[in-house]
């Protein structure tokens, strides 16, 4: 694996887990989430990752840091089938790569969101946005400096 592709995929690595605490099987009997519910909870907010952090801003604007190595910039949205995506472009010290990553929701019998950790896993985390999400562009100095270092 070439080092930009272990670095993006570090990233979605990390991106994807919200919370190793709680990770479970998914809920029985589990529910699609609206995608408009989706948008709405996603909308405006600063996702903190381990290393980084990804904006979900209005509009579909997705932009994203990893630490200090990269960044990204795309659209993200959310579907009619459960599903919060992003499509985006990323730029590291080691090179350039494309990346489109879709987390599945549903909801089970309370009502609780639950997010699966990524597209080819079987861990299910409690989506909370009250603790996972900052309203605003929180980390938007950041992320314009990490693009200036990278001639972006």
């Not at 499509?87 to 590291?92: K, R």
């Not at 350039?96 to 019998?109: I, L, Q």
Request: charged residues 25%; positive net charge; hydrophobic residues 30%.
């Amino acid at each position: 694996m070439k080092p930009l592709q272990l670095g993006l995929t570090i990233v979605a690595a990390v991106l994807i887990f919200a919370n190793p605490s709680s990770a479970d099987k998914k809920p029985r009997p589990a529910q699609k989430v609206d995608g408009q519910y989706l948008a709405k909870t996603y909308n405006g907010n600063s996702w903190k990752w381990r290393q980084g952090y990804a904006f979900f801003g209005g509009g579909g604007v997705f932009k994203a840091v990893w630490e200090d190595r990269g960044y990204a910039e795309g659209k993200w949205y959310a579907t009619h089938s459960g599903n919060v995506c992003y499509e985006a472009h990323w730029t590291s010290n080691k090179g350039e790569k494309d990346s489109k990553v879709c987390w599945p929701h549903v909801s089970d019998t309370n009502g609780f969101v639950w997010q699966r950790s990524g597209p080819d896993s079987n861990e299910w985390y409690r989506l909370r946005p009250e603790t996972r999400f900052e309203r605003g562009f929180v980390f938007k100095r950041s992320f314009n400096r990490i693009k200036r270092g990278l001639g972006g």
